[in-house]
């Protein structure tokens, strides 16, 4: 299953993983408000793994691992669900990237990059499955592909077991998800095509703005859409009747757009892709309904409901804001504390954290290539 971050809120930043896949437990990362150790708790059971055991923050945490500084610029891997902290490799790594499917990209001291196991059995290097030097990739695997950049500045892609690759040719590429990316040989002229795993060219379409190039192109899960700085597309270019309807869409999935209000911009509505309002734009922040359910936070209220509005669950707590990931929030009192809220309201372990972060999405990565 994948899990997908769809949901808006006006608190903080978000960051969105490149579709990583989790089997696994939800892992995140946690803080007492007395003590500064970090430890590392089940999302969706409540579980705490470590409690209050390491001085520094326990990073690339997915699919029950994660990493440690050794404190002299390089790290470790970890199990976090060994009892005893016992690394996983027995060299340190320069840099290293985020489990997925157990396969991650690392770099050895002054090495190239190659690809390994959860077992520390390294699969193949990038240099020699694509013929030339790659300096750079994503820390994880997106859809069974990993994106790498050539010494030469282009962009192309290599599977998981090393068989599958597309030569770096692309100045603009994205990640791969549902079986399909975005690339572009020559950004500048708007021109972009879609490629599937093999590297062939499915279809072709253009787009322009104001700016040079997009901010972003977005592969709506389910791979028949795209959203691009705010608005949804089909694959030829073809734009959505929501885009007039409304100022900016934050987010879509197959029936739903996630959108904030044109006069009021921090605050969201959901509507159908044909621009049918379900949703009213009134809410600090809200989710993309999930098996017809969505989360909501209004004046402090944190709320679950049905699609046609009937109240479900309304936490008792007056709440600022919170993160959906799948179905499990983490929401935040007034006084700054995070707790796990989950899908049926329950605070899952009756505790609360001066910080509780998902892991996946903080990580030491291999390369800094555009998201």
């Known amino acids: 299953m994948e899990y997908n971050f769809t949901f808006a809120h006006n608190y903080k930043n978000t960051t969105v ?5 989790q089997p696994h437990a939800l892992l995140a990362v946690f803080q007492h408000k007395v003590g500064n150790n970090f430890g ?3 999302l969706n059971t409540g579980n705490v793994l470590w409690e209050n055991s390491f001085p520094m923050f326990p990073r690339n945490l997915n699919e029950g691992f994660f990493s440690l500084p050794n404190g002299k610029g390089q790290f470790n891997f970890y199990n976090a669900y060994n009892k005893e902290l016992v690394p996983i490799n027995e060299q340190p790594y320069l840099s290293i990237g985020v489990f ?3 396969i991650t990209p690392i770099r050895r001291n002054g090495q190239e990059i190659e690809v390994i196991t959860n077992n520390n059995e390294e699969l193949f290097k990038l240099n020699e499955c694509v013929g030339e030097k790659v300096s750079e990739c994503d820390a994880n695997y997106a859809d069974n592909m990993l994106r790498c950049k050539s010494a030469k500045g282009k962009l192309g892609f290599i599977s998981n077991n090393g068989n599958t690759i597309i030569p770096p040719k692309y100045s603009y590429a994205t990640v791969f998800n549902s079986g399909i990316a975005v690339t572009a040989k020559n950004k500048s002229i ?5 490629i599937n795993k093999k590297g062939e060219k499915l279809s072709t379409f253009e787009y322009s703005n104001k700016r040079d190039s997009p901010n972003q192109i977005q592969i709506v899960s389910g791979g028949t859409t795209l959203l691009i700085d705010g608005e949804l597309f089909m694959l030829d270019g073809t734009p959505y009747l929501c885009n007039s309807t409304y100022n900016y869409i934050l987010a879509a999935n197959e029936e739903y757009v996630l959108y904030y209000n044109n006069q009021q911009p921090n605050l969201f509505g959901v509507s159908t892709r044909d621009g049918h309002n379900i949703i009213p734009p009134i809410h600090e922040e809200l989710t993309l309904p999930y098996n017809n359910e969505y989360w909501c936070l209004r004046n402090e209220t944190l709320q679950k409901r049905s ?10 707590e007056r709440v600022i804001g919170f993160t959906a990931i799948e179905e499990q ?3 935040i009192d007034k006084q ?11 605070n899952l372990n009756n505790s609360k954290y001066e910080s509780l972060e ?5 990580y030491e990565p291999i390369s800094t290539l555009p998201r």
Do not use: C, Q, W
């Not at 700054?336 to 329950?346: D, E, K, T, W």
């Open 100 to 102: 997925t499917e157990g």
């Open 307 to 316: 699609i046609s509005h009937e109240l479900l669950y309304e936490y008792p």
């Open 358 to 362: 998902y892991g996946a999405y903080d």
């Open 17 to 21: 993983m490149n579709n990583i896949k």
């Open 329 to 331: 929030l983490i929401a």
């Open 336 to 346: 700054l504390m995070r707790f796990i809220v989950s899908p049926y309201g329950l």
């Open 40 to 42: 590392i708790l089940e």
């Open 190 to 194: 708007h021109k972009y095509d879609i």
